[in-house]
């Protein structure tokens, strides 16, 4: 857009319809992208709305960029013939009226190439943000999988999840005057209550709460 070269009226028409056009068509997929990326669980990521916003004023820029270049058609003077019974334009006033559009539509110009500029930046930080944030999330959430699951289950603890799969007892019975809790399966395999409570610790047993352990 910055080395366009035109000749006021249908020469200039002709040049600036596409960037017209380019531009609306920006403006108009930046809108179905911040739409696509507000429907995302991407926006449940912290630091996700700054990107939103961001891509908002892509949308807003893109969209004036759009109008600056409509500006630009609209000042450019057109050689169509006048109403009838009124003289043709002479050469002379042809001249005045490119000498007093060439400014405006300049202007224009340079507006939507300032407003561009401001898309392409809003873009480049706007990949360079979700990209830091993606990484940041899937970081906690990988230290947030490390920390539930920890360290390999041992032998003696998946024998004694399997035994327990499906529900078994846990009793509290006295021994010389001492509470002792002790785990009963169904098939009789062997579980200490450090087991137990290893496993429970890790979440992958839960305990029935509403029953006595003197019943089980």
């Given at each position: 857009?910055?080395?366009?070269?035109?000749?006021?009226?249908?020469?200039?028409?002709?040049?600036?319809?596409?960037?017209?056009?380019?531009?609306?068509?920006?403006?108009?997929?930046?809108?179905?992208?911040?739409?696509?990326?507000?429907?995302?669980?991407?926006?449940?990521?912290?630091?996700?709305?700054?990107?939103?916003?961001?891509?908002?004023?892509?949308v807003s820029s893109s969209s004036l960029a759009g109008t600056d270049l409509a500006h630009v058609?609209?000042?450019?003077?057109?050689?169509?013939?006048?109403?009838?019974?009124?003289?043709?334009?002479?050469?002379?006033?042809?001249?005045?009226?490119?000498?007093?559009?060439?400014?405006?539509?300049?202007?224009?110009?340079?507006?939507?190439?300032?407003?561009?500029?401001?898309?392409?930046?809003?873009?480049?930080?706007?990949?360079?943000?979700?990209?830091?944030?993606?990484?940041?999330?899937?970081?906690?959430?990988?230290?947030?999988?490390?920390?539930?699951?920890?360290?390999?289950?041992?032998?003696?603890?998946?024998?004694?999840?399997?035994?327990?799969?499906?529900?078994?007892?846990?009793?509290?019975?006295?021994?010389?005057?001492?509470?002792?809790?002790?785990?009963?399966?169904?098939?009789?395999?062997?579980?200490?209550?450090?087991?137990?409570?290893?496993?429970?610790?890790?979440?992958?047993?839960?305990?029935?709460?509403?029953?006595?352990?003197?019943?089980?």
């Amino acid at each position: 857009m910055r080395d366009v070269s035109y000749t006021p009226g249908t020469d200039a028409l002709r040049h600036i319809s596409p960037l017209l056009l380019t531009a609306q068509d920006l403006a108009a997929t930046a809108l179905v992208r911040l739409t696509a990326l507000d429907n995302s669980t991407y926006t449940h990521i912290a630091g996700s709305r700054a990107s939103l916003e961001l891509l908002a004023s892509v949308v807003s820029s893109s969209s004036l960029a759009g109008t600056d270049l409509a500006h630009v058609v609209l000042t450019n003077p057109y050689e169509g013939a006048q109403f009838a019974g009124y003289p043709a334009d002479e050469e002379a006033v042809r001249t005045a009226r490119h000498a007093e559009a060439i400014p405006k539509m300049s202007g224009h110009l340079d507006d939507a190439v300032h407003q561009l500029d401001l898309c392409a930046i809003g873009c480049r930080y706007l990949a360079h943000g979700i990209t830091e944030d993606l990484g940041t999330g899937q970081e906690h959430k990988s230290a947030a999988v490390r920390q539930t699951t920890g360290p390999a289950l041992t032998p003696a603890q998946y024998d004694a999840l399997t035994a327990l799969n499906g529900g078994r007892n846990l009793y509290e019975s006295a021994t010389r005057g001492l509470g002792v809790t002790r785990v009963a399966t169904e098939d009789g395999t062997r579980v200490s209550i450090a087991t137990y409570r290893a496993l429970a610790k890790r979440g992958l047993v839960t305990r029935d709460t509403s029953t006595s352990l003197a019943i089980g």
